[in-house]
């Protein structure tokens, strides 16, 4: 027996599934199962996949939908690993518990999203013979792979799924072991969130047509804003299309937000004379583009503004996206790459050119990702020097030094790491000399 095991916890990668599925990227098999998992800090609290509207619409491409929070439980899936030694009881377990066979000739292929996290991780290492196909739904495969991933795992990754969302820029992610990228057809994944459109929660039936389209960042997303800050960027958000003349504006929060309108938010649209309306944060931002094709879309470092412009042909913008560059901790973050494609690539909010930059050309964000990605991941593409010392050394400028801390380019030894006026300090050897007499001095009075 030939199974097909796909793991998702958001409806964006469940909807990702169904789109490669419809467009024929996997091959036959006699069950598919779709294995969900809840990784919100409490479960326990937060509605569960199962149970988001338009899932029932996908699920059919499925002949079975298991519940990963059920079969651990009471562990949770962000924060638990078979141990080694555990791992082959396990799946003996799973096995005979899902009905997949135990013997030579029953074959699972695992279809599974960001490897390097868990639950993924845990599922791949309890299967630790089958092959795996990975998918990404969202900007972050464009990234490199978070962390040295075990080997044992990376080379059993046949390709890579992703959407196409910046034509022309190949996916860093999983490219240490060779994986093949390739994309889900946009058709497909179209013609799956038109079907989840038709699902959508009642609210989303009052948007008007034709309004800006504001959507919620994600709380403290990604956890580097505080909840006032999160309000007055909501704000911005407001002022900047009432500048560009909406009247009309839905507000989309993120959907682990609350639903409420933050006072400020009401009280600026109060002000503004602009009508407000404020959708279910459980509806996809996508179902919207479909049912009232926004004038503008605008957001901070959603996926979904990338959706609405390389998949729906919609105006977008952007708005504060400069402090989240500032605050990204560590250096390696998944978030890094997503919040600089979204700054690099997409008009400002309030003037069309923040700093006096314009939007990057799609075609120059390949040399700005792979320069960003090997000073995220250098151990893991260390192939990508050369490219990133010619970059750093050509191109260079205010615009793009926002996507590089002098710290990381110092640590890496690469251009632009001192001020070029004092570039000759390293290498003179008075300087040295002084420095390191002054270390000394330093350690003899601290001791």
């Excluded at 598919?32 to 899932?55: C, D, I, K, Q, W």
């Excluded at 309890?126 to 962390?147: K, N, Q, R, V, W």
């Excluded at 389209?213 to 407001?238: I, K, T």
Aim: net charge neutral; charged share 25%; glycine share 8%.
């Amino acid at each position: 027996m030939r199974t097909q095991m796909f793991l998702a916890s958001t409806l964006h990668g469940a909807a990702t599934l169904a789109a490669a599925l419809d467009a024929g990227c996997f091959e036959p098999a006699e069950q598919r199962l779709l294995l969900v998992s809840n990784n919100a800090a409490t479960p326990e609290t937060a509605p569960p996949l199962e149970t988001a509207p338009g899932f029932a619409r996908l699920r059919g491409r499925f002949d079975r939908v298991l519940s990963w929070n059920e079969t651990i439980r009471p562990l949770h899936p962000a924060g638990w690993s078979p141990r080694a030694d555990d791992a082959p009881l396990w799946e003996r377990h799973l096995r005979r518990m899902w009905d997949l066979g135990d013997g030579p000739e029953d074959e699972i292929t695992l279809v599974l999203d960001a490897l390097q996290d868990e639950p993924a991780a845990a599922v791949a290492r309890l299967f630790a013979d089958a092959p795996i196909e990975a998918y990404a739904g969202g900007l972050t495969s464009y990234g490199p792979t978070g962390g040295k991933l075990d080997p044992l795992v990376g080379t059993r990754v046949r390709r890579l799924l992703h959407l196409d969302l910046v034509p022309g820029l190949a996916p860093l992610l999983l490219s240490e072991f060779g994986v093949r990228p390739e994309p889900v057809p946009a058709g497909a994944f179209r013609a799956v969130l038109a079907e989840l459109a038709g699902e959508a929660p009642p609210s989303a039936a009052t948007a008007p047509r034709g309004a800006a389209l504001l959507l919620g960042p994600s709380p403290s997303a990604p956890e580097l804003l505080s909840p006032d800050e999160e309000e007055r960027l909501q704000v911005r958000m407001l002022r900047g299309a009432a500048a560009r003349g909406h009247r009309e504006m839905v507000l989309k929060p993120h959907p682990a937000a609350p639903a409420d309108v933050p006072r400020a938010v009401e009280k600026e649209a109060g002000e503004l004379g602009v009508a407000l309306t404020v959708v279910d944060p459980r509806t996809p931002a996508e179902a919207l583009y479909e049912r009232t094709r926004p004038a503008l879309v605008v957001g901070c470092c959603s996926t979904a503004l990338l959706t609405a412009s390389a998949l729906y042909g919609l105006p977008v913008a952007r708005t504060g996206t400069g402090p989240l560059l500032e605050r990204i901790a560590p250096y390696e973050s998944a978030e890094r790459v997503p919040v600089t494609l979204v700054d690099a690539l997409l008009p400002d909010l309030e003037d069309g050119e923040q700093d006096g930059r314009a939007p990057l050309p799609r075609g120059e964000s390949a040399a700005l990702v792979r320069a960003v990605g090997f000073c995220m991941q250098p151990r893991v593409l260390p192939a990508l020097r050369p490219e990133a010392e010619r970059y750093l050394a050509e191109r260079l400028s205010p615009a793009t030094r926002r996507y590089f801390t002098r710290r990381r380019l110092t640590a890496l030894a690469l251009p632009g790491a001192v001020p070029r006026q004092f570039a000759f300090v390293p290498r003179n050897r008075a300087v040295r000399r002084v420095a390191r007499r002054a270390r000394a001095l330093k350690r003899a009075a601290l001791g």
